[in-house]
C-alpha cells in the first residue's frame, strides 16, 4: 500500500507510525466509551498476534472518539508484551466511519500486508479470531466478513434489511455485511481510500461497515466468510437506541447502490461465498433486551405521521396493503410487502437523498422487526435463520421490481 498524506491522523501519531515503520500486520480497533470492554479486547489480540504470528511484525491502533470514560487509560495501561500500542484521537467528524478511515490511513503509512478490524465491545473475542481474520486476509481473499452465532433478535439491522438487500442486489450471500470484524488486504485497503464516498456523512458514522462490503464486491475483490462463533457485545434495542444507526447504516447502503447501479442492475440470483471454518469453541448467544410494545407503537406513529411521504414513495396499493397489515390482530408482514417497501425507498432515495426518507423507513422497520419477533417467538435460534433465509430469497425473487423502480425514476404506482 502506497503512504499517501492523510488528514485523519494527529501529527504525533503519524510521527509514532513512522517511527515504527514497515510492518505485517495492523489490527484496528475503533472505540469510544468502551473502557469496561477495551482491555478485554486488546488482551485478546495481543494474544492472537503473539501465539500464531509470531515472526510477523504487528501493531495495534486503537481509534478513539473522544472517550471520557476511561478508555485511553485502561488501552494505555495494559501490558500486552512487546507490540507496538497506539492510542489516537482521530481527526475529523465524530463516527466509526472516521475511525475506520484513520485506521486506514495508519495501515498506508506502515505498508501493512493485512489489516483486521474489531469491535471495542466485544466479549466473545477469542485469539483464534486473529488467526482466523489474518490467515485469510494474508492470503487470497481481500474481504473477511464474520459468520457468528447470535440470537434471533440480535442484529435486527442484519436480518431484516442488509443481508437481504445485500444478497439480493449484489447477489452475494453474506450473512453479517455490517459484521464490524473485518480482514482487509492492503489492495482493498487503498481502493477504499481512495473512494469518493468515505466523504460522506453515513460512511464516516456508522455507515462504514456496509460500504467497506458493497465497495469490495462491486470492485470485484474476493469475498469470504470466517466463523468466529458467537457474537457477543453490547446489544442494542432497536426502538430505544438504534435510531442513528439505522438512518447511517442505510443511508450508506442506498448511497452506494445509487453509485455501483452499473453493477448490479445485470445480476440475478445469488450465489454463496467461501466459509472458513476453524476447530473453536465458544459460548451460546445472549438475548438482547427489546420492547416489543414500543415497536409497534413507533410503527403506527409512523405510518399515520409520514402517510403523504409514504403514498408517494410506495403508491396507493401498496401504501393500502401496508395500513391493513398495521390495523391486522397479528400483525404479520408478508416478506413480498417488506421486499417491495424497501426496494421503493432505495429507489426514492436515488433521486432525493435526504434523512426523511430514511427516518420513515425506519418507523416501518420497527414494524417489520415487531412482525419477525411475533413471528419467531418461542423458536430455537436455528428455526428463526430459516425464516431470514426465506425472507432474502423473496427479495431475490422480487430484484426486477426493484430494477424497474430504479431505472424508471419513478415512486410509488397507483
Not at 485469539?127 to 485469510?136: D, G, N, Q, S, V
Request: negative net charge; aromatic residues 10%; contains cysteine.
Amino acid at each position: 500500500m502506497e503512504y499517501r498524506t492523510c488528514t485523519s491522523l494527529d501529527s504525533e501519531s503519524i510521527r509514532r507510525l513512522m517511527d515504527i515503520g514497515v510492518s505485517d500486520l495492523l489490527v484496528g480497533i475503533p472505540s469510544f466509551n468502551c473502557a469496561h470492554t477495551i482491555g478485554y479486547v486488546l488482551h485478546q489480540v495481543a494474544r492472537g498476534l503473539t501465539e500464531y504470528f509470531p515472526n510477523y511484525k504487528s501493531v495495534i491502533l486503537v481509534s478513539d472518539g473522544g472517550s471520557d470514560d476511561g478508555t485511553r487509560e485502561v488501552a494505555e495501561s495494559l501490558k500486552i508484551g512487546g507490540i507496538p500500542r497506539i492510542f489516537t484521537r482521530y481527526v475529523g467528524v465524530s463516527g466509526k466511519g472516521s475511525a475506520v478511515r484513520a485506521i486506514l490511513d495508519a495501515a498506508s503509512i506502515l505498508n501493512v500486508e493485512a489489516i483486521a478490524l474489531f469491535d471495542s465491545d466485544l466479549r466473545s473475542i477469542t485469539p483464534e479470531w486473529c488467526r482466523i481474520i489474518f490467515e485469510a486476509a494474508m492470503k487470497d481473499a481481500d474481504l473477511v466478513t464474520p459468520l457468528y452465532t447470535r440470537h434471533r433478535y440480535d442484529g435486527t439491522i442484519t436480518n431484516n434489511l442488509c443481508y437481504p438487500f445485500t444478497r439480493a442486489v449484489y447477489g452475494l450471500r453474506i450473512r453479517q455485511p455490517i459484521g464490524g470484524d473485518f480482514g482487509l488486504s492492503n489492495t482493498l485497503a487503498s481502493k477504499l481510500i481512495e473512494s469518493k464516498l468515505f466523504d460522506s456523512k453515513h460512511v464516516r458514522q456508522f455507515g462504514v461497515d456496509i460500504f467497506i462490503t458493497h465497495t469490495a464486491i462491486a470492485n470485484g475483490f474476493k469475498v469470504e466468510e470466517a466463523f468466529l462463533g458467537t457474537k457477543i457485545h453490547e446489544g442494542k434495542d432497536p426502538g430505544t437506541e438504534l435510531s442513528p444507526m439505522f438512518i447511517q447504516v442505510v443511508g450508506s447502503m442506498f448511497t452506494c447502490a445509487k453509485v455501483y447501479e452499473k453493477y448490479w442492475v445485470g445480476i440475478s440470483g445469488s450465489r454463496p461465498v467461501p466459509l472458513l471454518r476453524y476447530p473453536i469453541t465458544y459460548p451460546g448467544p445472549e438475548p438482547p433486551r427489546i420492547d416489543a410494545s414500543r415497536l409497534l407503537k413507533e410503527f403506527r406513529y409512523t405510518l399515520a405521521e409520514k402517510k403523504s411521504l409514504l403514498g408517494d414513495v410506495l403508491g396507493k396499493d401498496l401504501l393500502k396493503n401496508l395500513t391493513r397489515i398495521s390495523n391486522s390482530s397479528s400483525l404479520i408482514f408478508p416478506p413480498e410487502i417488506w421486499a417491495e417497501i424497501v426496494y421503493s425507498f432505495a429507489s426514492a432515495y436515488k433521486s432525493q437523498e435526504v434523512d426523511d426518507l430514511l427516518e420513515t423507513l425506519r418507523g416501518i422497520w420497527l414494524g417489520k422487526v415487531y412482525s419477525y419477533i411475533t413471528q419467531t417467538e418461542g423458536m430455537v435460534d436455528e428455526d428463526a435463520e430459516h425464516i431470514v433465509e426465506k425472507e432474502a430469497e423473496v427479495f431475490e425473487d422480487l430484484k426486477p421490481s426493484l430494477i424497474s423502480k430504479y431505472t424508471g425514476g419513478m415512486f410509488g404506482t397507483t
